[in-house]
């Protein structure tokens, strides 16, 4: 029996360990236990801001928009552009890696998708940002901060991502699932932001901003309904998983917005409620729309339907 009790209780001293890095979404408590255990933690937002407050040890990355772009195999120049803008600042790929920026930016997300991308195998995305961690009551750090340069090499992935023509050919098909974050007002083709108006064929239409709280959050603070972003706070694991319940997580399933950036905040909870396959199409609707041999859908249609769980068989979306 002792030796049952240690095995039980070497088994639960695992378990702690794994759920240590359980997921990729953290919080500040969990930030600051990676920060202790000596993981790089990357400021996602502009110089700026990050000079006028940011994590304890945090680096922040030249010229971040060319790597939240996903720059594929040929394009020889602009990886070596992001490889050393990595290098210099230090955001070295093999170390535990947490990246932050507004509380509820799609940001934090695109850089959490980005250095997967390149490589890293151990990422994490703090939802909350600067402001939770302001909330938290622990240390903000002012400057440029403290960089130690790295010899970064970049590895993309190109299973995290998908070309147009490939989403093309995997439009009608039963074991692909596309997810459209976007407003309902573009999704219907109300609201056009490129060359054509509409959505995808049989993509489901989940805004990103249904992952939070608050989902007119946003909204509100430009009004000024409300002095601060909690409301950008990211809903429970249960209401996520009903959000998302009418998805299959075994199948393939691609998240777009306009150009990738709302998209990348989707492609991170649906990692946290582990979905198997999910894949990032950063050019998006930008580049969709634009092309004439691209097919374009337009109306409400049955798919704006996953917000509350899913429903009967006879309303279930089209995957």
Known sequence: MPALLRIVALAGSLLLSVQAFAGPIVDAAQVAEAIARGAIVWDARDATSFRQ????????????????????????????????????????????IVVYANRGSPLAYAAFAAAQYFGARKVSVFHDGIEGWHDSGRAIETGDGRRTPAAVRIAPDPRLSITTDELKARVGRPDVQIVDVRTPAEYAGRDIRAARGGHIPGAVSIPYEWNWVDPDANAKLVRRQVADTRGMALKPRVELRRLYAGLDPRKETIVYCQTGGRASETFGVLKELGFETVRLY????????????TPVATGDGPQTCCATGPLPAAQQPVH
Request: glycine share 6%; hydrophobic share 40%; charged share 30%.
């Open 282 to 293: 950063k050019h998006s609707w930008s580049v969709w729309a634009s092309r004439p041999d």
């Open 53 to 96: 407050a940011h994590l304890p040890g945090a680096v922040t990355v030249a010229e971040t928009e060319r790597a939240l772009r996903l720059p594929t195999v040929q394009e020889f120049n602009e990886l070596m552009r992001v490889e050393r803008a990595f290098s210099d600042a230090g955001l070295d790929l093999g170390r535990e």
